[in-house]
């Protein structure tokens, strides 16, 4: 009986295990994806990499990345939607704040101003939040 307890114990965990790693790889695969793009590679499957990243990655920074691409690619409200997302999991991230005030700065400057003020208050010392 203890080792049929035992087994089902390791079976559970191997499950676990190959299900989070398939979780990392697509999170890093597209969050890859998206920084190529930020970087002015081929926007054509920015909608499928940005929402693989809210889906498979946990924190913040790859939401960050991808709202980055989102940009790049002209898809401002698409980045405004992520970037409140990330915002959302992460309050306290300034990296998210940063994120928030440069996709809301086309659409709204207010909302990128209180953005932008957010993350001063998190990290007075970066220059570009400065007023």
Not at 72 to 85: M, Q
């Amino acid at each position: 009986m203890i080792r049929l307890l035992l087994l089902l114990i390791a079976v559970g965990a191997i499950v676990l295990g190959v299900t989070r790693l398939h979780h990392t790889d697509a999170c890093s695969g597209a969050s890859s994806a998206a920084f190529r793009i930020a970087l002015g590679g081929d926007p054509a499957d920015v909608a499928a990499v940005a929402h693989t990243i809210a889906v498979q990655c946990r924190g913040a920074s790859s939401l960050a990345i991808a709202v980055s691409a989102l940009r790049k690619a002209g898809r401002d409200r698409a980045a405004v939607a992520l970037a409140r997302a990330a915002v959302r999991r992460e309050p306290e991230n300034f990296a998210t704040w940063v994120s928030l005030w440069l996709a809301e700065a086309p659409l709204n400057p207010a909302a990128a101003n209180a953005a932008r003020a957010r993350a001063h208050e998190l990290n007075p010392r970066y220059a570009a939040t400065a007023g």
